[in-house]
C-alpha cells in the first residue's frame, strides 16, 4: 500500500534560518512520482516540485532544495535563509504512474518568525 | 500555467440542503478531475476521481449516493453535496490533470459550512 508519512507536525524558525522538511514514502510500484506543494493561509495549494522514481539528482531552485534518496524512501525539502512568506504547510504526495492519484502526507506547518 | 477555479469559494448552507460546488479548468482539458476533502488542520484526502463521460471511481469509506459528481465535459466537473450536515462542514478541493501522473493543477478551494 501506498503511504507518505510526515513525521514533523510544526517547526518554528527564526527568519534567515535553513529548515529540512522530512517526507518518507512506501509504495510496491517501481514507477511513482513525488510532489511537494504549498498551502498558505489562504488554502490554495501551490505545485512546488514533481518528481520521477527514476531521477534521482538533487535539486535546487532559489532557496528551495529536494534531495531525493531512493534507498531511504526518502524526498527531503530544504528551505534556506527562510523567510516569513515561506509560513505555510507543507505537503508531501506520491502518485503511482498507473493510477494518477495523489496520497498526501499529513503536512508539516511551518511558522518563520521574523 | 493550467488554471483551474471552483465556484464558490465558500458556502454556508443549513443542514438539509443539497449542496453544489464547481470544478472548471479554464485553459485546458482535463482528461481527469479529482475531488478531495480537507478537515481543518489535516491533511488532503481523496474522495473520489471523475474522468469525462463516466462514472466516478469513489475511494472506500466516500458515500457515493451523499457526494455526487458529475464530469459532463473535459473542461467542468461538479460535486454535489446532498443533504448536507454539520460533520460535512469541510474545505473541498478540486484538482485537474492529464494521464500519466503528469502534475495535477488545483482549484482554490471551496470550503462548506453546514449550519
Known amino acids: 500500500a501506498q503511504k507518505v508519512t510526515q513525521a514533523q507536525t510544526e517547526i518554528s524558525v527564526v527568519e534567515k534560518e535553513d529548515v529540512t522538511l522530512d517526507c518518507v514514502y512506501e509504495?510496491?510500484?517501481?514507477?511513482?512520482?513525488l510532489f511537494w506543494y504549498k498551502q498558505p493561509p489562504s488554502g490554495e495549494l501551490v505545485f512546488l516540485i514533481r518528481?520521477?522514481?527514476?531521477?534521482?539528482q538533487n535539486e535546487i531552485s532559489g532557496r528551495y532544495s529536494w534531495n531525493f534518496q531512493k534507498s531511504t524512501s526518502s524526498f527531503n525539502f530544504t528551505i534556506t535563509a527562510s523567510q516569513v512568506v515561506d509560513s505555510a504547510v507543507y505537503f508531501c504526495?506520491?502518485?503511482?504512474?498507473?493510477?494518477?492519484?495523489?496520497?498526501f502526507g499529513t503536512g508539516t506547518r511551518l511558522q518563520v518568525f521574523p | 500555467g493550467a488554471v483551474v477555479s471552483q465556484h464558490p469559494s465558500w458556502v454556508i448552507c443549513k443542514s438539509g440542503t443539497s449542496v453544489k460546488i464547481e470544478c472548471r479548468s479554464l485553459d485546458f482539458q482535463a482528461t481527469t478531475m479529482f475531488w478531495y476533502r480537507q478537515f481543518p488542520k489535516q491533511s488532503l484526502m481523496l474522495m473520489a476521481t471523475s474522468n469525462e463521460g463516466s462514472k466516478a471511481t469513489y475511494e472506500q469509506g466516500v458515500e457515493k449516493d451523499k457526494f455526487l459528481i458529475n464530469h459532463a465535459s473535459l473542461t467542468l466537473s461538479t460535486l454535489t453535496v446532498t443533504s448536507a450536515h454539520p460533520e460535512d462542514s469541510s474545505f473541498y478541493i478540486c484538482?485537474?490533470?492529464?494521464?500519466?501522473?503528469?502534475?495535477?493543477?488545483f482549484g482554490p478551494g471551496t470550503r462548506l459550512t453546514v449550519t
Open positions: 484538482s485537474a490533470g492529464l494521464a500519466g501522473g503528469d502534475e495535477q493543477y
Open positions: 509504495t510496491r510500484d517501481t514507477t511513482y512520482y
Open positions: 504526495a506520491l502518485s503511482e504512474f498507473n493510477t494518477d492519484k495523489l496520497i
Open positions: 518528481r520521477n522514481s527514476f531521477d534521482e
